[in-house]
């Protein structure tokens, strides 16, 4: 696949995935679900999700690090400054050839534009917070969000990325 078809993918994934009411329950039901999907797949994963810039749920697995941890900081970082995925903005640079501190003027040690940070999103509302995950390679911590948002609102047509 193509970084413009990638692209493409994941704008209707972030259209698409959107809830009509969040709540704490909410957040307590994404992070026990993202849990068990990263344990069926042997995944040892930072989980943090944010609301209205409050840590809400925050997860450090068995076998994952304080490396995730940081990572999972600068996607979130990357997710708030722009409401978009993380990995479309780092697609979108690669398309320009560029980095968001050539870009943006972004230090790059306070933004990670790899996959696994996803826009949070409430109908009528716009972007609430993020989802972020990190431990596998950034295509699967990007699908891995995915398919659990997907699955939580009962979407089961969503386009996926391939890997």
Same mark, same amino acid.
């Given at each position: 696949m193509s970084v413009e078809d990638d692209l493409q993918i994941i704008a209707e994934q972030e259209a698409r995935l959107e809830f009509c009411q969040f709540d704490s329950d909410t957040v307590w039901e994404l992070g026990c679900r993202l849990r068990? &999907?990263?344990r069926q797949c042997g995944a040892a #994963?930072? @989980?943090v999700i944010t609301v209205n810039q409050v840590r809400r749920f *925050? #997860? #450090?697995m068995a076998g994952a690090s304080a490396n995730n941890e940081d990572w999972a900081r600068r996607k979130h970082n990357v997710v708030q400054k722009f409401e978009r995925s993380s990995? &479309? @903005?780092g697609l979108d640079c /690669? $398309? /320009?050839q560029t980095n968001l501190q050539e870009k943006n003027g972004l230090s790059l040690a306070e933004h990670a534009t790899h996959g696994g940070g996803f826009p949070l999103r409430l109908q009528g509302v716009g972007c609430i917070g993020s989802i972020v995950v990190s431990g596998l390679p *950034? $295509? /699967?911590d990007h699908q891995l969000v995915v398919d659990v948002l997907a699955s939580m609102l009962a979407i089961d047509d #969503?386009? &996926?990325l391939d890997g």
């Open positions: 068990e &999907a990263a #994963l930072a @989980i *925050q #997860l #450090l990995l &479309a @903005i /690669q $398309r /320009q *950034q $295509r /699967q #969503l386009p &996926a």
